[in-house]
């Protein structure tokens, strides 16, 4: 699984891939909780960033 995790992040390096596409949501600490809620439902969402300066 590292060589794989290590050619993704080149592929975003190189910006091949569009990182900012693959997530879905993005959530501050308080929004934490809300955000497994929600993960343990694939159909409200699969992606969410935690961003701990929002």
């Not at 693959?22 to 600490?29: E, H, K, T, W």
């Amino acid at each position: 699984m590292p060589d794989e995790f290590a050619y993704s992040l080149r592929l975003i390096a190189k910006g091949e891939v569009d990182a900012a596409s693959l997530v879905a949501a993005s959530v501050g600490i308080d929004g934490v909780a809300q955000a497994f809620a929600d993960l343990a439902n694939p159909e409200r969402q699969t992606k969410t960033m935690l961003d701990p300066l929002r």
